[in-house]
Each structure stands twice: as structure tokens, then as C-alpha cells.
């Protein structure tokens, strides 16, 4: 059985992208609007974390997930994740970078980023080309 795993991350990093990939579902492009659920992953607003006064709605949300997992998108040269954010949960918080297929990416950065916030173990995953998705869907098994 799969663990619950909440992601949490910037607009457009690649969070229901990834969860389509990882149950290879059709790519439909939309813009996540409210916490959802799809099977044993809760798909979150990017604005959840980029407004520090809906962080109390991502605490929430994840009381039912085993996992927290931080999504950066490795072609984005900010980091919205303030230092040990990850201290604020009581669960494993893993590292998520996404687009690591695209030409101006910058993985160290996004990894840099993550291990700042508190992330345990760190993900390299493109939702196009597959790469990493075996290696996420492992763990969360």
C-alpha cells in the first residue's frame, strides 16, 4: 500500500504534473485551486506556500499524510521554502526537484534550497521523460 504524501510547492512547479505521472494519467493542465486528493497524494495550491498566512491550511492538511513532500522546480531561481521549514512537521519531509529534463535548469540550486528547508532525502524526477518516478514511487511503497 502507498503511503499519503502531501506536496507542497511553488505555482507551476510541476506538483499535478507529477502526480499524473506517477499514476499515468493524462497530462491535462489546470490550475490547482483547492487541496485535493488523487488516491494517496494530496495536491496542494502553490499559493499555500507562497502566502506565509495559508501555512496554518498546509499544516492541516497534512495531519493525514505520512509523508510531507517539498516540490521545487529546478528551472526557478527562487526558493519560496524559509530554512528548516520541515521542523514545523512531525513526518518524514523529502525533497522533490522537478523539470530536471529542461535546458536552464540548475539541480544544485533546487537541492540547496531543499536541504535548507529540512529535507531527508532528496528526489531528482522529470514527469516527461520518466526519469526518478520508479525511484519516488519506491519509497512511497
Not at 493524462?26 to 494517496?40: G, H, M
Not at 521554502?81 to 529534463?101: C, E, L, Q, Y
Not at 537541492?111 to 519516488?136: D, M, P, V, Y
Request: with cysteine; net charge neutral; proline share 2%.
Amino acid at each position: 500500500m502507498m503511503r499519503k504524501i502531501i506536496l507542497m510547492g511553488s505555482t507551476a512547479s510541476g506538483k499535478t504534473t507529477l502526480i499524473q505521472a506517477i499514476y499515468n494519467l493524462s497530462r491535462q493542465y489546470k490550475k490547482t485551486q483547492t487541496v485535493e486528493y488523487v488516491k494517496n497524494i494530496l495536491d496542494t495550491p502553490g499559493e499555500y506556500i507562497e502566502n506565509k498566512r495559508f501555512y496554518n491550511a498546509l499544516i492541516v492538511s497534512s495531519y493525514d499524510c505520512d509523508v510531507i513532500g517539498l516540490v521545487h522546480d529546478c528551472t526557478d531561481a527562487t526558493c519560496i521554502f524559509p530554512p528548516n521549514f520541515a521542523s514545523i512537521f512531525d513526518k518524514t519531509v523529502i525533497g522533490i526537484i522537478t523539470k530536471i529534463d529542461c535546458t536552464n535548469k540548475n539541480i544544485g540550486w533546487s537541492e540547496n534550497c531543499l536541504k535548507r528547508a529540512g529535507a531527508e532525502h532528496i528526489f531528482r524526477i522529470s514527469s516527461f521523460n520518466g526519469t526518478g518516478l520508479e525511484e519516488i514511487k519506491d519509497f512511497l511503497h
